[in-house]
């Protein structure tokens, strides 16, 4: 079954997939959420989010100054809950399909922000020229332990202390590498 046929479980503290223990995301994830919202949001303007998961990250981006929030979402459950959250926010658009199918329709952007569930980043990698400008800000969740990165040989890594929950079934490391790209 694949991730969005699968039923999830919602908590306030997290999103499971329904007859696991897998977790999809956590709320010890907060310092990595704000960071990541901080840093592509530097040049304000239009920002797209790529995965919604619990909004953490949405509203932190709602929190800085930007034009627009184009948010991609492919899961039913998890578009519900984006429809409600958005509800009253004039700047963001909701688009309920894969990135992958809408990617050369989306438009370019001041600052991309990819975490999306059993996806890696390298997957987006061959698609970020048309969605980005120059100077764009970029970052995506992390799932390596150590700071490198093979989008872009000249990345930057900010670490972040984490305290994971634990055990969990994605992350359970002291220190999080926030990959910060610029184009």
């Known amino acids: 079954m694949s991730y969005t046929q699968s039923t ?3 908590s306030d503290d997290r999103i ?3 007859g696991s223990n897998i977790q999809v995301m956590m709320d010890w994830e907060y310092p990595i959420m704000s ?5 592509i949001t530097q040049n304000g303007g239009d920002i797209l989010e790529i995965g919604f998961g619990m909004g953490i990250a949405s509203n932190y981006i709602q929190s ?3 034009s627009s929030h184009t948010i991609v979402e492919n ?3 998890i578009i519900e809950k984006l429809k409600i959250w958005s509800s009253g926010k004039s700047n963001i658009t909701i688009i309920s ?4 199918e809408v990617t050369a329709s989306l438009g370019r952007f ?3 922000f990819y975490d999306t569930y059993g996806e890696d980043y390298d997957e ?3 698609s970020l020229s048309l969605l980005t400008k120059s100077g764009t800000k970029f970052t995506f969740w992390n799932n390596a332990h150590i700071s490198s990165n093979p989008i872009k040989s000249d990345v930057e890594h900010q670490e972040i202390s984490t305290t994971p929950t634990t055990p969990n079934s994605y992350w359970n490391s002291g220190t999080y590498y926030l990959p910060k790209i610029e184009f």
């Open 8 to 10: 999830l479980i919602f």
């Open 64 to 66: 800085h100054s930007i």
């Open 35 to 39: 960071a990541s919202a901080a840093y």
């Open 124 to 126: 987006i990698s061959s």
């Open 97 to 100: 399909q894969s990135w992958q």
């Open 75 to 77: 899961h039913p459950q």
């Open 16 to 18: 499971t997939i329904s």
């Open 110 to 112: 001041d600052g991309i």
